[in-house]
């Protein structure tokens, strides 16, 4: 008799000789090991030359970097703080708060660390301003997720991959004018 219950299933089975039920138990042995290592295995994380384990590390990694992150206010804070210890201009730290407490209004309740670089362009184009204002502001959230990914917040410069505004050249004094039927 082989005894092939788990707790999924199985059964028992008998056989008329010893070596019949050696020979089904190594079936099932050997199933049993298969199954393991399939569970360890995928194969389109092997498509990428990436492991379960790898998959975990990389995981946790980026699980770490979101519970050590912190809130965008915060954040905001302690640039501003660190660009006065550094001796910023007080209007160069007026003028960065006042671009990135717009942001911080908006995600209020996000962490830095959480904040895709699809959720800044989104928001970027919602601003409804002028290409190079909505450049100003771009550069001033890279300013503040750089200093963010130096102190661990986040784990990358997500506004590194989002688009830059076209600005439209228009020759200098150039109006739309329009013309009045009488």
């Keep these: 008799m082989v005894d ?10 008998f ?17 049993k090991i298969n199954s393991g290592t399939a569970s360890f295995a995928n194969r389109e994380l092997a498509r990428y030359g990436w492991s379960i384990h790898r998959a975990i590390d990389f995981a946790l990694a980026h699980l770490r970097a979101q519970e050590k992150s912190v809130g965008v206010s915060d954040a905001i804070e302690q640039l501003i703080n660190s660009r006065k210890a550094a001796g910023r201009s ?13 942001f911080a209004k908006d ?50 410069n997500e506004v590194k991959k989002t688009e830059l505004a076209k600005e439209v050249d228009k020759p200098a004094g150039s109006a739309i004018l329009v013309k009045q039927s009488l």
């Design 4 to 13: 092939a219950r788990t707790k999924d299933g199985g059964s028992r089975k």
């Design 15 to 31: 056989f008329g000789t010893k070596v019949e039920a050696q020979t089904y138990a190594q079936q099932c042995r050997t199933q």
């Design 90 to 102: 007080d209007r160069y730290c007026r003028d960065l708060r006042l671009r990135l407490s717009r």
């Design 107 to 156: 995600f209020e309740k996000s962490k830095i660390g959480t904040i895709t670089a699809s959720m800044i362009d989104e928001w970027l184009t919602a601003l409804l301003v002028a290409p190079g204002t909505r450049n100003t502001f771009r550069r001033d959230l890279r300013t503040l997720f750089s200093f963010c990914e130096r102190r661990g917040y986040c784990q990358t």
